[in-house]
C-alpha cells in the first residue's frame, strides 16, 4: 500500500500530561514512523503509514489519551513521505506563539501512593514522589515550553536511574519534568521559629511529633505555605486563631481518607467524587457535630471544609498517629499566603512554633479550591489549585483581552480564540502583598501564554486598586459595572448569547448613578443592560463599619422606615443608638445601599443574631442556618413600586412586616423561614413581571448571595416551576472571583463592534 505522510497540531492540556509517550506507545503500537515533539505552537506529531494505519490513529487517538490531557483541536496536513524507519520522541521546539494549555496541579495518583508506602521502593517515604498523571505543574513554570529547564526543578540534575526512566517512553515517569528521587530531588527539613535546623532522622515523623504535642507548624506545599495543627486540640487551634487573627471564620481540615470524613461530615456520591478527584479541593459538606474534632474549628457553623491529602508530604503526615488536621492558609489575617522559606521565615515565626520546609521553589502562589454542592451539582466557592489555569471555552473566537477582576475575592482573566484562562485566587486586593501578588500573577499569565491584550477591563469603582493598577497602563482601557459583569459571567459559563433577564444579589459594587449596587434585577447581555428592578437605597452609617456592625443597619431601615417612632426591638435594646441616629439625620458618612446582602444583615441583626461579625457574610451565613433548611409557609410578598423608570422593592414592607413578627414573638427560626420564603417569592413576582414585559424567559442567578443555599435552591426550583429556563455557576465562583470572566466576555464583545 502507498505511504502517506501526515503532520498533525494537537492542541490542549497536552504537555507535561504523558501525551508525547502515548503518542510514541500508540504509533509503535499501530506499526507508524515519524517523531512528536512539543512546540509552542502545541504538540506536533509526524505519522507515516498506510491509509489504514492512519485512520486507526486518528481513531484511538481521543479515545486513549492519557487522563490528565484534554484535546481541544486537532488540525491536519499531508506533507510528503520520507524513509524513516522508527518513531521517535525529540525535544521542544520554540517558535510560534504558545497555543498549548498547562495542567493545573493535580493531586498524587495511585500508583504513586502505592510505591510512597512501599517499602522495597527507592521512594518510599519520598516526599515528592511523582509522575506524568500527578505533582505539581502550573506553581512551579517559569517560562515555556513546559520543560524541565523552565521549572522550579531545574535546580535539581536528574541521577543516573531517574534519568533513564525520564527518557523512557514506556516508563510512567518518561519526560515528567519533577521527577526525582531521594538521591537528586528536593529535600525536606524542619527549623525552629529562627530558622535554625532541627536535626531529625525523619523530619516528617518529627513533625508528627510536634502536632501531638500541641505545636503549630507552618508546613510548605504545592502552591505555598500551611499552618497546621492537631484537629482535636481545641487549646492548639486557640492558639492558631489568636495567632493568625482569625477569630470565628470556619478552619479548614485535611482528613487521612474518606472514612475519616464520614466520621466528621455527610458525605454525598457527588461529595465523595470531588474529594477523590486529581483537582482535590475543600469541599464544604453537613457537619455531624462529633467530638472528634475541636469545637472551635467552625464554631456557629453548621458545615466543615474537607479535603483529602492531595501531596505525598500530606500522605506521610496523616500516616501516623494524626488523621485530621487544621490546614488553612499561612498568612495574618487576608494577606496572601507564603511560598518562599525566607519569606516564611520572616512572615510566620509570631505564628508558628516550627516549620517544615523544603528546597522545590514555589513559581506561583495557588491557594486551595473551595467547593460546595448546591441542587446537585458541584459549585466552586474559590477556583484555585487543581482548577486555573484551565481554561474556560468559549463558542466563537475572540480578542484578546485582559480582565483585572474587582477588589475582593480578586481573579485575573485573559483570553485568546475561544479560551479565556482565569488565574488563581488571588484574594481580597487591600494591602500591599495582595496588590503585589496581583500585579505578579498578570505578569505570569501573559508570559507563559505569550498573550498581548488589546484591552483592559476594569471594574468602575474608582478606588478599587485593580482599578487604579488599570489606568496606568498604556492599553485601552473599557470600564464594567460590576452587576453586568457578574450577568454577563454567568452567561458565558453557559455559553449564552441571548439576551437574559439577570437576578444579581450581593453586598457590593458600584453602580452607574455613584451608589452602592447590590440587590438588582437586570435584562441584557454582553453588549448592554438595563437595570430594571432593585431593592429602595437606604442609608449604610459609617460605611465598612456598619458592615462590620450589623445592629447599625437593621437600625438604619428601621429609621428610614419609621422616623423617630422606632419600634421596640429587643435586638438594639441597651444600644447606644443616638450617634447613629445623629449620622443618619445628618447625611454623614451614610452612603446609599441596595445591596441583598446587606439587607441580609439587617434583617439577621433585628432578629436576634450576629450583631458584629468576624467574618465576611458572618450574619447572613448563621441567619440562613437558623432555618434548620426549610423554607417558611409563613411568607410575604413585598412587592414594588414604580420610581425614576425603575421597579423598586420597597423597604416599608420588608421592615413593617418583619416588626410585626417580631411583636408576636417570633422565633428567630420562624424569622428566617419567612424571610427566605418572602424572597423567593418576591423574585419570582418581579421576575415574572419582566418576562411579561420583555418576552425573555431566561433568567441567569449571580452574585455572592446566591452562596446561599436555602435561597439558591429555593428560588431555582421556583422559577423552574415557572417555566423559566434558569442558568447558574458551574464553572467559576457565583461571588465576585467569577466577574473577570464576564469582564472578558463584556470586553471582546466591546472589541468587535
Same mark, same amino acid.
Given at each position: 500500500?502507498?505511504?502517506?505522510?501526515?503532520?498533525?497540531?494537537?492542541?490542549?492540556?497536552?504537555?507535561?500530561?504523558?501525551?508525547?509517550?502515548?503518542?510514541?506507545?500508540?504509533?509503535?503500537?499501530?506499526?507508524?514512523?515519524?517523531?512528536?515533539?512539543?512546540?509552542?505552537?502545541?504538540?506536533?506529531?509526524?505519522?507515516?503509514?498506510? !491509509?489504514?494505519?492512519?485512520?486507526?490513529?486518528?481513531?484511538?487517538?481521543?479515545?486513549?489519551?492519557?487522563?490528565?490531557?484534554?484535546?481541544?483541536?486537532?488540525?491536519?496536513?499531508?506533507?510528503?513521505?520520507?524513509?524513516?524507519?522508527?518513531?521517535?520522541?525529540?525535544?521542544?521546539?520554540?517558535?510560534?506563539?504558545? !497555543?498549548?494549555?498547562?495542567?493545573?496541579?493535580?493531586?498524587?495518583?495511585?500508583?504513586?501512593?502505592?510505591?510512597?508506602?512501599?517499602?522495597?521502593?527507592?521512594?518510599?517515604?519520598?516526599?515528592?514522589?511523582? $509522575?506524568?498523571? /500527578?505533582?505539581?505543574?502550573?506553581?512551579?513554570?517559569?517560562?515555556?515550553?513546559?520543560?524541565?529547564?523552565?521549572?522550579?526543578?531545574?535546580?535539581?540534575?536528574?541521577?543516573?536511574?531517574?534519568?533513564?526512566?525520564?527518557?523512557?517512553?514506556?516508563?510512567?515517569?518518561?519526560?515528567?519534568?519533577?521527577?526525582?528521587?531521594?538521591?537528586?530531588?528536593?529535600?525536606?527539613?524542619?527549623?525552629?521559629?529562627?530558622?535554625?535546623?532541627?536535626?531529625?532522622?525523619?523530619?516528617?515523623?518529627?513533625?508528627?511529633?510536634?502536632?501531638?504535642?500541641?505545636?503549630?507548624?507552618?508546613?510548605?506545599?504545592?502552591?505555598?505555605? @500551611?499552618?497546621?495543627?492537631?484537629?482535636?486540640?481545641?487549646?492548639?487551634?486557640?492558639?492558631?486563631?489568636?495567632?493568625?487573627?482569625?477569630?470565628?471564620?470556619?478552619?479548614?481540615?485535611?482528613?487521612?481518607?474518606?472514612?475519616?470524613?464520614?466520621?466528621?461530615?455527610?458525605?454525598?456520591?457527588?461529595?465523595?467524587?470531588?474529594?477523590?478527584? +486529581?483537582?482535590?479541593?475543600?469541599?464544604? /459538606?453537613?457537619?455531624?457535630?462529633?467530638?472528634?474534632?475541636?469545637?472551635? +474549628?467552625?464554631?456557629?457553623?453548621?458545615?466543615?471544609?474537607?479535603?483529602?491529602?492531595?501531596?505525598? &508530604?500530606?500522605?506521610?503526615?496523616?500516616?501516623?498517629?494524626?488523621?485530621?488536621?487544621?490546614?488553612?492558609?499561612?498568612?495574618?489575617?487576608?494577606?496572601?499566603?507564603?511560598?518562599?522559606?525566607?519569606?516564611?521565615?520572616?512572615?510566620?515565626?509570631?505564628?508558628?512554633?516550627?516549620?517544615?520546609?523544603?528546597?522545590?521553589?514555589?513559581?506561583?502562589?495557588?491557594?486551595?479550591?473551595?467547593?460546595?454542592?448546591?441542587?446537585?451539582?458541584?459549585?466552586?466557592?474559590?477556583?484555585?489549585?487543581?482548577?486555573?489555569?484551565?481554561? +474556560?471555552?468559549?463558542?466563537?473566537?475572540?480578542?484578546?483581552?485582559?480582565?483585572?477582576?474587582?477588589?475582593?475575592?480578586?481573579?485575573?482573566?485573559?483570553?485568546?480564540?475561544?479560551?479565556?484562562?482565569?488565574?488563581?485566587?488571588?484574594?481580597?486586593?487591600?494591602?500591599?502583598?495582595?496588590?503585589?501578588?496581583?500585579?505578579?500573577?498578570?505578569?505570569?499569565?501573559?508570559?507563559?501564554?505569550?498573550?498581548?491584550?488589546?484591552?483592559?477591563?476594569?471594574?468602575? =469603582?474608582?478606588?478599587?486598586?485593580?482599578?487604579?493598577?488599570?489606568?496606568?497602563?498604556?492599553?485601552?482601557?473599557?470600564?464594567?459595572?460590576?452587576? =453586568?459583569?457578574? &450577568?454577563?459571567? $454567568?452567561?458565558?459559563?453557559?455559553? &449564552?448569547?441571548?439576551?437574559?433577564?439577570?437576578?444579581?444579589?450581593?453586598?457590593?459594587?458600584?453602580?452607574?448613578?455613584?451608589?452602592?449596587?447590590?440587590?438588582?434585577?437586570?435584562?441584557?447581555?454582553?453588549?448592554?443592560?438595563?437595570?430594571?428592578?432593585?431593592?429602595?437605597?437606604?442609608?449604610?452609617?459609617?460605611?465598612? #463599619?456598619?458592615?462590620?456592625?450589623?445592629?447599625?443597619?437593621?437600625?438604619?431601615?428601621? @429609621?428610614?422606615?419609621?422616623?423617630?417612632?422606632?419600634?421596640?426591638?429587643?435586638?438594639?435594646?441597651?444600644?447606644?443608638?443616638?450617634? +447613629?441616629?445623629?449620622?443618619?439625620?445628618?447625611?454623614?458618612?451614610?452612603?446609599?445601599?441596595?445591596?441583598?446582602?446587606?439587607?441580609?444583615?439587617?434583617?439577621?441583626?433585628?432578629?436576634?443574631?450576629?450583631?458584629?461579625?468576624?467574618?465576611?457574610?458572618?450574619?447572613?451565613?448563621?441567619?440562613?442556618?437558623?432555618?434548620?433548611?426549610?423554607?417558611?409557609?409563613? !411568607?410575604?410578598?413585598?412587592?414594588?413600586?414604580?420610581?425614576?423608570?425603575?421597579?423598586?422593592?420597597?423597604? #416599608?414592607?420588608?421592615?413593617?412586616?418583619?416588626?410585626?413578627?417580631?411583636?408576636?414573638?417570633?422565633?428567630?427560626?420562624?424569622?428566617?423561614?419567612?424571610?427566605?420564603?418572602?424572597?423567593?417569592?418576591?423574585?419570582?413576582?418581579?421576575?415574572?413581571?419582566?418576562?411579561?414585559?420583555?418576552?425573555?424567559?431566561?433568567?441567569?442567578?449571580?452574585?455572592?448571595?446566591?452562596?446561599?443555599?436555602?435561597?439558591?435552591?429555593?428560588?431555582?426550583?421556583?422559577?423552574?416551576?415557572?417555566?423559566?429556563?434558569?442558568?447558574?455557576?458551574?464553572?467559576?465562583?457565583?461571588?465576585?472571583?467569577?466577574?473577570?470572566?464576564?469582564?472578558?466576555?463584556?470586553?471582546?464583545?466591546?472589541?468587535?463592534?
Amino acid at each position: 500500500m502507498t505511504m502517506l505522510r501526515r503532520r498533525l497540531t494537537i492542541n490542549g492540556i497536552v504537555q507535561g500530561v504523558g501525551f508525547r509517550p502515548f503518542i510514541y506507545s500508540l504509533a509503535k503500537d499501530i506499526g507508524l514512523v515519524g517523531s512528536v515533539y512539543n512546540s509552542s505552537d502545541g504538540v506536533k506529531v509526524d505519522i507515516q503509514g498506510n !491509509s489504514i494505519q492512519l485512520d486507526q490513529f486518528d481513531a484511538r487517538l481521543r479515545l486513549e489519551a492519557p487522563p490528565l490531557s484534554t484535546i481541544i483541536s486537532v488540525q491536519k496536513e499531508d506533507i510528503p513521505a520520507l524513509d524513516d524507519s522508527d518513531f521517535t520522541i525529540i525535544a521542544s521546539h520554540d517558535n510560534a506563539s504558545v !497555543s498549548t494549555l498547562i495542567s493545573p496541579d493535580v493531586a498524587l495518583c495511585d500508583a504513586c501512593k502505592d510505591e510512597l508506602f512501599d517499602v522495597k521502593n527507592r521512594r518510599y517515604r519520598y516526599p515528592f514522589i511523582n $509522575c506524568t498523571n /500527578c505533582g505539581p505543574r502550573y506553581t512551579i513554570i517559569e517560562n515555556i515550553p513546559y520543560d524541565r529547564p523552565f521549572t522550579s526543578m531545574k535546580h535539581f540534575p536528574l541521577c543516573e536511574v531517574c534519568h533513564g526512566e525520564y527518557q523512557d517512553p514506556s516508563d510512567r515517569r518518561f519526560h515528567a519534568q519533577p521527577n526525582a528521587c531521594p538521591e537528586c530531588g528536593p529535600q525536606v527539613w524542619l527549623t525552629d521559629q529562627k530558622g535554625k535546623k532541627i536535626e531529625s532522622v525523619d523530619p516528617v515523623s518529627k513533625t508528627i511529633e510536634l502536632l501531638v504535642g500541641g505545636k503549630i507548624l507552618a508546613i510548605k506545599g504545592l502552591g505555598g505555605f @500551611h499552618l497546621v495543627v492537631d484537629a482535636s486540640n481545641s487549646e492548639a487551634v486557640a492558639q492558631l486563631r489568636l495567632a493568625k487573627g482569625r477569630d470565628e471564620k470556619p478552619l479548614a481540615l485535611m482528613v487521612r481518607d474518606l472514612a475519616t470524613a464520614r466520621e466528621l461530615v455527610q458525605v454525598h456520591q457527588k461529595e465523595a467524587d470531588i474529594l477523590l478527584s +486529581i483537582q482535590s479541593p475543600i469541599v464544604l /459538606c453537613a457537619s455531624l457535630a462529633k467530638d472528634k474534632i475541636a469545637p472551635n +474549628i467552625a464554631p456557629g457553623n453548621d458545615r466543615l471544609g474537607i479535603m483529602l491529602p492531595y501531596t505525598p &508530604l500530606h500522605h506521610l503526615l496523616l500516616s501516623g498517629e494524626l488523621d485530621t488536621l487544621v490546614m488553612t492558609s499561612a498568612n495574618f489575617s487576608e494577606e496572601p499566603i507564603c511560598i518562599d522559606n525566607e519569606e516564611a521565615l520572616d512572615r510566620l515565626s509570631g505564628l508558628a512554633d516550627y516549620f517544615l520546609l523544603h528546597n522545590r521553589d514555589i513559581y506561583l502562589r495557588s491557594d486551595d479550591s473551595v467547593v460546595m454542592e448546591m441542587a446537585g451539582e458541584i459549585r466552586p466557592i474559590r477556583r484555585s489549585r487543581g482548577y486555573a489555569p484551565r481554561p +474556560i471555552f468559549m463558542k466563537q473566537k475572540g480578542p484578546s483581552v485582559l480582565a483585572v477582576g474587582g477588589e475582593l475575592k480578586n481573579v485575573v482573566g485573559l483570553s485568546r480564540d475561544e479560551k479565556v484562562f482565569l488565574s488563581q485566587h488571588i484574594g481580597d486586593l487591600e494591602n500591599l502583598e495582595a496588590f503585589e501578588f496581583f500585579k505578579m500573577t498578570i505578569d505570569h499569565i501573559q508570559r507563559i501564554f505569550e498573550i498581548e491584550p488589546e484591552l483592559i477591563v476594569h471594574d468602575l =469603582h474608582p478606588e478599587y486598586l485593580s482599578t487604579k493598577w488599570a489606568k496606568e497602563q498604556n492599553i485601552p482601557l473599557l470600564g464594567v459595572q460590576h452587576h =453586568h459583569a457578574h &450577568l454577563a459571567s $454567568c452567561m458565558a459559563d453557559n455559553n &449564552l448569547d441571548e439576551p437574559v433577564i439577570g437576578i444579581i444579589m450581593d453586598g457590593t459594587g458600584y453602580g452607574t448613578d455613584g451608589t452602592i449596587w447590590g440587590g438588582e434585577f437586570l435584562v441584557g447581555d454582553a453588549a448592554g443592560f438595563e437595570r430594571k428592578a432593585h431593592f429602595e437605597p437606604m442609608p449604610l452609617p459609617g460605611g465598612e #463599619a456598619a458592615i462590620k456592625s450589623p445592629w447599625r443597619i437593621g437600625l438604619s431601615y428601621l @429609621h428610614q422606615v419609621f422616623g423617630n417612632n422606632l419600634p421596640d426591638v429587643p435586638a438594639l435594646k441597651d444600644r447606644d443608638i443616638q450617634p +447613629i441616629i445623629q449620622m443618619l439625620e445628618a447625611n454623614i458618612n451614610s452612603p446609599l445601599t441596595s445591596s441583598c446582602g446587606r439587607l441580609f444583615d439587617a434583617v439577621a441583626a433585628l432578629s436576634g443574631g450576629r450583631q458584629e461579625i468576624r467574618y465576611e457574610a458572618q450574619a447572613a451565613i448563621e441567619f440562613m442556618q437558623a432555618a434548620q433548611n426549610e423554607i417558611g409557609r409563613d !411568607s410575604t410578598r413585598f412587592g414594588f413600586t414604580e420610581f425614576n423608570g425603575a421597579r423598586v422593592i420597597p423597604m #416599608a414592607s420588608i421592615m413593617e412586616n418583619l416588626v410585626s413578627r417580631i411583636s408576636d414573638g417570633r422565633t428567630q427560626t420562624q424569622l428566617s423561614q419567612w424571610f427566605h420564603s418572602s424572597l423567593v417569592n418576591s423574585f419570582s413576582q418581579v421576575t415574572d413581571t419582566l418576562r411579561d414585559e420583555s418576552g425573555i424567559d431566561q433568567v441567569v442567578l449571580s452574585g455572592g448571595v446566591f452562596q446561599n443555599r436555602l435561597l439558591f435552591e429555593a428560588l431555582l426550583g421556583m422559577l423552574n416551576t415557572q417555566g423559566f429556563k434558569v442558568f447558574t455557576h458551574k464553572h467559576v465562583p457565583t461571588n465576585d472571583g467569577g466577574i473577570a470572566l464576564g469582564q472578558v466576555i463584556i470586553g471582546q464583545n466591546y472589541l468587535r463592534k
